[in-house]
């Protein structure tokens, strides 16, 4: 992971990164791009989806009505001058869907002349346009997956929280954003979570050979990193804060998981079942019948007991004690 | 009155724009209207007492509405954020850009010309466009629109049912002819679907503002644009958000503001899935993953209630291509990384009530 996160040649020539609107691929990608600036390795990005960049990366602005060879074109150049470059695509199903970029077109592009990385980003919550045309062509997502050599899917910490708890209890796994069927949600509420995000990746060896591993970035701290040397936007990375996911202390401990079986445990009903301390105190000061009729001689003869409280209202008339 | 008191102060940090430039989403549904909070949008931008951080003066705001009229807009702003729009646009500061009733304006204005005369309409200005290939591909795109069809007498026509509850007059607004505008300056009516004409009025719009007070920065608010992908079935959804992209490339343009409809019979896909819906969809889809704050209105999940109208929700993403930035160390990332929910209540004067589940009482 750590290869492929620093960019090192060969590590992987195009790596597909899926996410959705649960967990984006934002985080992920500044990472890939702090990395890559800070070991002055040139960064373009080719953008269907921003327009505002930081100054320090390339922008080559696909939307509008470019065709795809100007695209093409526009990447190469922003290419030209520099010696190792990271090509980032925000969208991928922009690219194939509108202006029929040819995937492999690109990765022979970057990958084979300029020995290049290219990182995809592709939204899984796209819904693929049907055309009558090619219908028993493969989707595009397929191919993708088929030529990645790491695939990267992104999900969100508090919903892989939330899926092993409902694993250990054998439950079925909770559904988030598009997918929870209310009318009107259209991302839920600890999406992107800002705790790190989950990264379930696979890596390709050139053997053929898959690996898979799920992993936890956690937010980047400005103490990361070294101060940046002159010239350069970022300083480098001072040790890797990359961890497996099993090691993330929030996941494997008890508590949290814990916390969240208590919540599903919890009756559910209109009502609030449970007592304030308040409420707890008043009841325990109650002095109930019997007892008053345990003392000396034997009580006054069934009358109620009952001391006026604050909130008691006394009517003349009705209450007599 | 003071904007402090007429944009609820729970709402207060969403509704203030992001500092750095971005883009906003906004989705509501049929039963939970989002104007008020497109007002209040309005009224946190225009309203001329408010003193940023920066001491620096509000944003211009182009509102461009496919839904409504600006009569709508005008009465709302005035009843609900004690706005005058029409001293606002004089001064040019706002302008508003007409999508209904220039495009459609004869089917309209006729009023009782049925769906069949809705797409003869949207056929016939195909044709005015490009009578060649129209020609050649009417038949095969009319079936096409079956969904459309299905859709548009819901929400075509002036003044569905959502504003009529809360606003009896607009429905009662006589959409005046797109011509009698034209001498008005900051406003404008668009004639055609076409987005590339879409695309050259709001820009003219843009800039007929920062003319008149060149430092500020601009608000674009697009209000229900998915109308037009029910329109028109040449649009596709990521032609609309290179759109907006582009749009927020022109040089004074600082947030755009989209507002989309995310009802479930437009975005859960039937088997098989209709093309309307897969185009829902997918733009409704990308502009939230293009936008850096979603406030979603829905109604209440348990049903109605008389003393909540609806239910907002805002979650916002912070990292952008803009910072690539570290974690801020501090409490400020704390209470703003995750998404919020509030209940909102929504009064006869236009006023609103926003408060936390659990702590309505009974207002």
Redesign the interface.
Known sequence: MSRVLNIRTNASPFTLILDDLNQRAIPLIGELVRRALSRNVNVVVVSFEATRFHPAVRNVSAYGDQSGDQILQDIRKAMDDAKESLVIVDSLYELSNTNNVDVGALLNLVAMEFASTLVGIYHQDMVPSQDAQNEYAPQPLELFKYTATTVITCKSFAHVLATKAAKQRSLAEPTHGLLQGAEGIVQCLDANDHRGIVLEAEFRRKSGRPESETYFLRTARQSDYHMPISGLPFGTLKQEFVTLLDQVPAYGNQEVIGLINAEANDIESTFNLGLTDKQKQAREGVVLPYFDAQKGEGGEGGRILYDMGAEDDFDEEEDEI | MPPSTRIPPLLQPSINLPR???LL?L???LG?SANWLIIRFLCNALSDSSTRDGGEEGPNVVLVSWMREYEFWKQEARKGAGLDLERLRREGSFAFVDGLSGTGSEAIGNGIIGNEGKRAQVAGLKDARTPPISLTRAPPTLPVRGPPGRVVPARGPPAPATPAQRDPTASSVVVEPASANQSVPGHYTLKTLELAHLKTTISSAVSSLTTSTPKRRTLIVLDNPDLLLALDPTI?P??F??LI??L??LPTVSHVLTHLQ???PL???ST??Q?LE?AH??L???C???SRR?L????L?TGVARDVSGVV?V?????????????N?GKE?EES?????FLYQIKGDGSVRVFDRGAGGDG
């Open positions: 750095d430039d971005s989403l989705t509501s549904t939970a596709t990521s032609a958000t290179s992209l582009s927020h490339t995310s009802d479930t975005l859960s896909l098989p899935p093309p897969i969809h997918n409704l889809v990308q939230a993953h293009m979603i979603g209105v829905r109604v999940d929700r979650t916002e993403q912070k990292v952008d291509w803009l910072e690539l930035g570290f974690e160390e990332v990384g995750k998404g919020r929910e």
